[in-house]
């Protein structure tokens, strides 16, 4: 957890908790989404990881801009 983060996260057992530096607690249970926005965020969620590490912000060798 970085110490200068507003708002960090926990994984537990189907179960995400959210805290927020000066408010407190905020707990998501998977269990009681509906499936299309289970669906839809594994969805956004592996786009975001295939995009991630695709992405190259630079050529390792000449440390120019990277091309397409």
Do not use: C
């Not at 983060?5 to 927020?20: K, L, M, Y």
């Not at 408010?23 to 509906?34: I, P, R, S």
């Amino acid at each position: 957890m970085k110490s200068n983060s507003v708002i960090t996260h926990e994984i537990g057992d189907q179960r995400i908790t959210f805290t927020v530096v000066g408010v407190g607690d905020m707990v998501m249970d998977l269990t009681k989404l509906n499936t299309a926005i289970i669906q839809r965020a594994a969805m956004h969620g592996m786009i975001q990881r295939i995009s991630d590490a695709a992405a190259i912000s630079r050529d390792p060798e000449n440390g120019n801009p990277s091309t397409p």
